[in-house]
Nanobody, 121 residues
Framework: QVQLVESGGGLVQAGGSLRLSCAASGSIISINSMAWYRQAPGKQRELAATITSDGSTNYADSVKGRFTISRDNAKNTVYLQMNSLKPEDTAVYYC???????????????WGQGTQVTVSS
């Protein structure tokens, strides 16, 4: 099976920075796209940023210019560098990966457990 372990969340003042990490492990042949989603209280989960296997990135308009997604393929890890944080960035952040499982050869979607990011004003 495939496991995702997230880290890096916490409490920060507005204007501050945080770096989230998500490491994938287990029965992985390869990883295709990786992404970060977020869900604020009372709101639907939304896409924050994605990165493809060749390094192409895409961002939600709300985080463009402030957040940077990156990946280390050797470590099966995706990162989200968050700068100039705002109170409206407060949410639970989830990593999402598309992996090929060597147990059956199928591509599968997997979610991390979520990490809380709280930005105080």
């Amino acid at each position: 099976q495939v496991q995702l372990v997230e880290s890096g969340g916490g409490l920060v003042q507005a204007g501050g920075s945080l770096r989230l990490s998500c490491a994938a492990s287990g029965s992985i042949i390869s990883i295709n796209s990786m992404a970060w989603y977020r869900q604020a209280p009372g709101k639907q989960r939304e896409l924050a940023a994605t990165i493809t296997s060749d390094g192409s990135t895409n961002y939600a308009d709300s985080v463009k210019g402030r957040f940077t997604i990156s990946r280390d393929n050797a470590k099966n890890t995706v990162y989200l560098q968050m700068n100039s944080l705002k109170p409206e960035d407060t949410a639970v952040y989830y990593c999402y990966v598309v992996v090929k499982d060597y147990r059956d050869g199928y591509w599968k979607n997997r979610w991390g457990q979520g990490t809380q990011v709280t930005v105080s004003s």
